[in-house]
């Protein structure tokens, strides 16, 4: 099976749909325990899965959470974050013969993520605790970025 039709195969067989921010997703898991927070109420943890086919970017969004990331197959990814250190990269999957299975990214954080590898895909599942709601989403434009961020265009150009 070659890249692509793994990518489908994936895409069926995990029920993915497409995210707003790129790529695909299908929410596994949303607990039970609802949790007040200071956006309101909010289950106390949610898990999807993640496909993120290398001809796509997750585009720069931030959310009110944590979000951790986990590894399962394909290509490795890097999430990009910006914050008052400017641009930074978190590696996911192996990089260099060294492989890192997860990665944190704190609530309030601005991020996107992309593929390393050409024609490839990465597989990843993410967990946000307080539980991830679409109304604590925020979807970045090239414009509002540049205007926080003027030394990072290229970044922001690939990433919006």
Known sequence: ?????????????????????????????????????SSGKR????????????????????????????HHEGSALVIDLLNENGHEILALGTVSDSFVPQQ???????FGARVLEKDSYALVSCVVSPGFDFSDFILFSKEELL??????????????
């Open 104 to 110: 944190l990214v704190k609530k309030n954080t601005i």
């Open 43 to 70: 289950n106390g943890c949610t898990s999807i899965y993640f496909l993120l086919p290398s001809n796509e970017v997750s585009k720069f969004h931030q959310i009110k959470s944590d979000e951790i990331w986990y």
């Open 1 to 37: 099976m070659d890249k692509l039709e793994r990518i489908n195969y994936l895409i069926d067989r995990l029920q993915l749909k497409a995210h707003p921010e790129g790529g695909y997703y299908n929410e596994l898991y949303r607990s039970e325990e609802i949790i007040e927070t």
């Open 147 to 160: 205007s926080q961020f003027p030394n990072e265009p290229e970044i922001i150009q690939l990433l919006t």
